[in-house]
């Protein structure tokens, strides 16, 4: 169906729900291409200290071994020289490949962690998945990567060697130590071309997994409007819950209309019922409010409890539209209010006498 097509992108839920879920952009080919970079760089940095450090233990294993005679109480002590040495030349080394190994995974997860990419799906034994995974675009990319990389690698080092070959002939009638230099440095000549194709590799790739990585997310329309509906909620029992809640109000609104002073009407489109506390408030306070057939359940409800109900269509139409329920009256209206309350306390106390 048309409507069921994945056209739109992915809302900012989806992303939220599935990095919960693991499903996260990231390249592995970055990651390599990072710490291939950063262990070669490592080893040009270190390069003249493990020389000196291998050349140093090969010079005290000579001298010593005229002298040191070798035994079971003594090997010990050998062994750790050893080790500790070997630490020194590959420690450095090593770590800057664990780091480097971490850093880019973690850039590009922002340090997500989470476990629930490890869990047992049945799903990996269907034999069905399998064969579709090894066409899909992704493996079918993936294989064409690889035989890319290899060619290429491939190219380069024959190129190289074709190049260096007479001068490689040429060494053979020169120096170890010439020899090992110069292989050293064609070596990381090599190494640094393929670091470049490396680099080119991975942008291509990140480029290749950001557009997997969206297309995946991609929403239906109806889909959008599914999760619409979960983080807004349902209109119609949104337009339930208001409507109740407007009865509820209009409940409460219509018990404080006995307490009112007065209500002041239009004469009937409108009616809006004041009480002044001169201990609680500064100025008179609408109760209720309401117009059409809301009005008239306030008049209603105030001749039955002998509140006075007063026609001032102006006043009544300012009330209605400046005031909020239970707010006191701006200062503008004073004069206006204070002359309906002057006529209904006058009224009180006649009452009073009579």
């Not at 020194?88 to 480097?100: E, H, N, T």
């Not at 004041?274 to 409800?301: C, E, M, S, T």
């Not at 009256?329 to 009180?348: F, R």
Request: charged content about 25%.
């Amino acid at each position: 169906m048309a409507g069921e097509e994945k056209t739109e992108k992915a809302t900012p839920k989806k992303r939220r729900d599935q990095r919960k879920e693991g499903n996260v952009l990231q390249s592995k080919e970055v990651v390599t291409a990072v710490s291939v970079l950063g262990i070669f760089a490592s080893v040009r940095l270190f390069a003249e200290m493990m020389m000196k450090t291998i050349l140093s233990y090969t010079y005290n294993v000579y001298d010593v071994s005229a002298t040191y005679e070798v035994s079971v109480d003594n090997l010990m002590p050998l062994i750790v020289n050893m080790m500790t040495v070997f630490v020194i030349i590959v420690g450095p080394v090593c770590a800057v490949a664990m780091l480097l190994g971490i850093l880019p995974t973690v850039a590009q997860t922002k340090g997500l962690f989470t476990m629930k990419a490890l869990r047992p799906k049945f799903s990996r034994l269907n034999p069905l998945e399998g064969i579709k995974k090894m066409f899909s675009l992704q493996s079918i990319v993936g294989i064409l990567k690889g035989l890319v990389e290899v060619i290429v690698v491939g190219v380069m080092i024959f190129n190289e060697i074709s190049g260096r070959m007479p001068i490689i002939l040429s060494l053979m009638k020169s120096g170890l130590m010439q020899g090992i230099a110069y292989a050293a440095l064609s070596i990381f000549d090599l190494v640094m071309l393929i670091c470049i194709m490396l680099v080119f590799v991975a942008a291509a790739d990140f480029l290749f997994q950001w557009w997997q990585f969206e297309k995946k997310l991609k929403m239906s329309k109806q889909e959008v409007k599914e999760e619409f509906k979960q983080m807004e909620g349902d209109p119609q029992v949104k337009s339930k819950i208001k409507q109740r809640q407007q009865q509820m109000a209009q409940r409460r609104m219509m018990q404080d209309v006995p307490s009112a002073d007065v209500v002041i009407r239009n004469p009937t489109h409108y009616a809006v019922a004041l009480r002044y506390d001169q201990d609680k408030n500064r100025a008179p306070q609408v109760v209720a409010k309401g117009k059409d057939y809301l009005a008239l359940r306030i008049i209603d409800i105030a001749e039955n409890h002998d509140v006075m109900c007063i026609e001032n269509p102006p006043l009544a139409r300012a009330l209605y539209a400046q005031v909020d329920l239970g707010r006191e009256i701006p200062y503008e209206l004073y004069d206006a209010v204070a002359e309906v309350l002057t006529v209904v306390y006058k009224a009180k106390k006649k009452v009073l006498h009579a």
